[in-house]
């Protein structure tokens, strides 16, 4: 039974588009998280969010906007898709600050 | 701004050897250290954690902490092919923030 479940794991789309990523943790964890890795694999957080607190790193931009239907899941949503959003994007979890498991990724296109 | 920085390699050692990777990190109230291992394609998978000054072992794997010195290390006993891949250092900050700052990641290759 996966931990970290994110879909789609490939997403191919026109620029302009919106699109949005799933991701659900069956962990009982409090605290969830979008993390970007670049083509240079850098990864780099995106999004925390408990069921109580949204944080935001501050050079993520307003067209990335996550939304948290319950505890257990929070999607990505992406407006006007960019060029630049090209990126593997991993959803993860927390509790107590441990991440133990990310999400296998989802492969972003943007042509 | 906060960082995490890493060789990035690639860093070649031979099969039994010990392959050791360092990180080093710059906001000093950070609270605790990851090691993560990320295979090519695949997400991170969860190595090792350290909160205290000194070293943890698991297995064939030792982090080590420096917290005077901003120095996290990982040590790789009989390093083995099958531990090829790139290593992230990460680091949870002070002040309450939530969630991991990452490395650049050292790729990591043993040769048979």
């Known amino acids: 039974d996966t931990a970290v479940s994110q879909t789609p794991k490939y997403l191919v789309t026109q620029m302009g588009n919106d699109k949005s990523i799933k991701c659900e943790q069956n962990?009982?964890?409090?605290?969830m998280y979008w993390y970007k890795q670049d083509s240079k694999k850098f990864l780099k957080i995106m999004f925390s969010?408990?069921?109580?607190?949204?944080?935001i790193n501050e050079t993520v931009p307003n067209r990335f906007s996550p939304k948290s239907p319950d505890k257990a899941h929070l999607n990505l949503h992406i407006n006007s898709l960019e060029l630049g959003d090209s990126a593997v994007y991993f959803c993860?979890?927390?509790?107590?600050?441990?991440?133990?498991?990310f999400g296998a990724g989802t492969r972003l296109s943007v042509l | 701004q906060k960082e995490v920085e890493q060789n990035s390699g690639p860093l070649s050692v031979p099969e039994g050897a010990i392959a050791s990777l360092n990180c080093t990190y710059s906001?000093?109230?950070?609270?605790?250290f990851f090691w993560y291992r990320q295979y090519s394609g695949k997400s991170p998978e969860l190595i090792m954690f350290?909160?205290?000054?000194g070293d943890k072992e698991d297995g064939r794997f030792t982090a080590q902490l420096n917290k005077a010195s901003q120095y996290v290390s990982l040590l790789i006993r009989d390093s083995q092919p099958s531990d090829s891949a790139t290593y992230l250092c990460?680091?949870?900050?002070?002040?309450?923030?939530?969630?991991?700052?990452f490395g650049k990641g050292t790729h990591l290759i043993i040769q048979p």
């Open positions: 993860a979890s927390s509790q107590e600050g441990i991440i133990q498991y």
């Open positions: 962990l009982g964890h409090d605290t």
């Open positions: 969010y408990n069921n109580k607190e949204l944080i």
């Open positions: 906001d000093r109230g950070s609270q605790s």
């Open positions: 350290i909160y205290s000054n």
């Open positions: 990460a680091v949870r900050p002070g002040g309450g923030a939530d969630g991991l700052t």
